[in-house]
């Protein structure tokens, strides 16, 4: 099955918008939340190309474990001047950060 490519971004950027200040959100969620819950790297993909002028809040998606973005240390202080809080081992602290969305 083949995937638009412009579509799939326009999709994934259109639920990064959506997460809320002080939350976060996961690559694998989004695929769910977007109907491909088999494009977790393709999520990851779209937010290494998300043109600057969009202004996306993509410091809010980690991984599933809640790891950052290993070459992106802004990622951390930006997260943390939203008050959101990691575990000793470096990791979001996904049970108190995690955006509960529901799928519709």
């Known amino acids: 099955m083949s995937i638009d490519k412009e579509a799939f ?31 977790a790297r393709r999520v990851g993909k779209a937010l290494a190309e998300v043109p600057p002028v969009l202004q ?8 599933s474990g809640g790891r950052i973005v290993p070459h992106w240390p802004e ?4 997260l943390k001047r939203e008050g959101v809080r990691f575990k000793k081992n470096g ?12 799928i519709s």
Do not use: K
């Open 9 to 39: 971004y326009e999709d994934v950027y259109s639920i990064v918008r959506q997460i809320p200040f002080g939350r976060v959100c996961t690559y694998g969620w989004i695929a769910r939340l977007i109907g491909q819950p088999q494009c």
């Open 56 to 63: 996306l809040p993509c410091h809010r998606v980690v991984d």
């Open 75 to 78: 990622q951390r202080e930006l």
């Open 91 to 102: 990791c979001v602290d996904l049970r108190n950060y995690l955006w509960e969305v529901e």
